[in-house]
């Protein structure tokens, strides 16, 4: 029975930490407007906030096992360069009002964030296999670090037609692997703690791919070298910012 109630509490746990990814997208609601130059802020804030996570993911892989990082990070930049590759023989989807090379930005960005969603729910099982206080945690941390993920999402899918409410299902739907994998990494920690900084690094190296591959090249369309820059680091500090006051 008590194993029961210790899974529930980690499926919830980690489904809590999904639906607060959904979160990010409401400050756009107020976006009524959007030009061409919102859309290169937007995607420099959206490169800043995914490039701070992925060296957060590398920072936590590394202090695991540098070299099942580093194994990671190639595998993520493999996958997602055959992937790309894959879509641009493949008639992209419409998702929505997106179409062409819209929608194939909107699939790139959620295949992306669900790759590093993955590797987020091992992490919330394999820490409360550690641990009913250091799950609790971990959940904390990584429900907060969420937001801004989700909020990276909406800021490539909204100024593109997304309705808001939209938006944030396509966030919720990214970090739905979350609860899904917390259950079997909490049932055999010893199992799936081996494979954590080889996801941790697979997430990182796909989204940096995106960063430098998607979200510069639409950013400096219409803002100078110089605006990106700072848009870009600010972002990034704000996202550091943020993982600094969390619990650890």
Known sequence: MAIEVSLLTVFIAALITAITTGLGAFPLMFADRVSTRWLAVGAAMAGGLMFAASFSLITEGNSINGWR???????????????????????????????????RKAIMIVGVMTIHSFAEGVGVGVAYGGGEQLGVFITAAIAIHNIPEGLAIALVLVPRGVPVWQAAGWSIFSSLPQPLMAIP?????????PFLPIGLGLAAGAMIWMVFAEMMPDANRDLSASAVGIVVVLAFMGMSALQIMLPH
């Not at 493999?78 to 929608?103: F, Q």
């Open 69 to 103: 990082t580093l194994i990671g990070i190639a595998s993520g930049l493999v996958l997602v360069v055959l992937s790309d590759r894959l879509m641009d023989h493949l008639d992209t989807p419409d998702i929505g009002e997106l179409r062409g090379a819209n929608a």
């Open 185 to 193: 990494a909490y049932l055999a920690v010893s199992a799936f703690e």
